[in-house]
């Protein structure tokens, strides 16, 4: 029998291409090959999209952009297609290729927040992993934190800004500045909808604010002023749908600042403990919180939950992450090994879901 053939999308236009580089990277490595037959498909920095077929490690090294490897090619959104369309050198020349499942390892915009996965959905291709609207809201940290309060999970204070265009306003208005002083400082000035922590600034006092303010702006037309919370930040990974598997949760150690996009990929002054130095009491209670958090989105396949844990012992809400880092050092891999799940264990575990859910009938009470 054949293979089912799995679209394993990498690169995109966003700020965050090279990251998805390297997780796609590792993904592709971990496949089974024996169960499923990996179909890459690149995106550039413009927003082409490809056909990759050399080897992995060109994806890693990004030099997989090459006429030698690469062939124009789309997602047809024709569900009787149901997967892409590969384009020749003579323009007549199309070819498809029927996929069983998608699994888009692109982070930030134009690929983690619901776009790609609307496209998937729409021509009717199984994707692994959260899908539009669960990917939308989480990407959406005011939105989502609305969502998760409902659920009865503390977030933390906050209140938006919108950027309308040719707004120019040189100082900043006192009921801006009554607001981020009600919250106190520090406080965070982050773009509502980005991810690995790019226009995101710790601001100490009121000097920094307008400077926070205006970067912010330069990654999303929303931004979003949030109180600082005390204590640490602990994640959990999230893997399954109806009866999730949650990994050993994870502990940032931070030494001053934030957890930002450096620190995320270098660890100058920071470390990621695995399982975090946590009460057993506690680690239980962030997995059942994750859990509500996962479901109260919608989340399905697999997320990083991410949480404060104050020094009263209080959890509130952070943030989710529907395409985590999926390298070797990634934190969510990490979690799952923690409770005995290899890499290829995990990555295989996600496809197989989203095929077998994909074979699911659709069930009405009778």
Known sequence: MDRPKIAVLFGGCSPEHDVS??????????IDRERYDPVLLGIS???EWFHFDGDADKIRDDTWLNPKD????????????QGLLVFGRDPAEVRTVRLDAAMPILHGRNGEDGTVQGLLELAGIPVVGCGTLASALCMDKDRAHKIVAIAGIRVPR????TQHPHQSKP???????AQADALGYPLF??????????????VPDRDGLTAAIKLAFEYDDEIIIEENIPGFEIGCAVLGSHNPTVGEPDEIELNGGFFDYNEKYTFETSAIHVPARISADIAERAKDT?????????????????????????????EVNTIPGFTAYSRYPNMLKAIGMSFE?????AIEAAIRGAEAPLRFPS
Not at 70 to 81: E, L, V
Not at 158 to 161: D, E, Y
Not at 293 to 303: D, P
Request: hydrophobic share 40%; with cysteine.
């Open 45 to 47: 920095r413009a927003g």
């Open 171 to 177: 100082n900043m208005p006192e009921d801006i500045l």
């Open 70 to 81: 690469c062939t124009n090619a789309i997602i047809s959104p024709d569900r009787k297609t």
């Open 189 to 202: 000035v982050k773009p509502i909808k980005t991810g690995s922590s790019f226009g995101i600034t710790m």
């Open 158 to 161: 906050s209140f938006t800004l």
């Open 290 to 318: 994750a859990k509500t958090i996962y479901k109260a989105l919608g989340c399905n396949g697999f997320a990083r939950v991410d949480m404060f844990l104050t020094p009263s012992g209080e959890l509130i809400f952070n």
């Open 21 to 30: 580089l390297k997780s796609a990277y590792s993904v592709v490595e971990h």
């Open 345 to 349: 264990s995990v990555v295989n575990t």
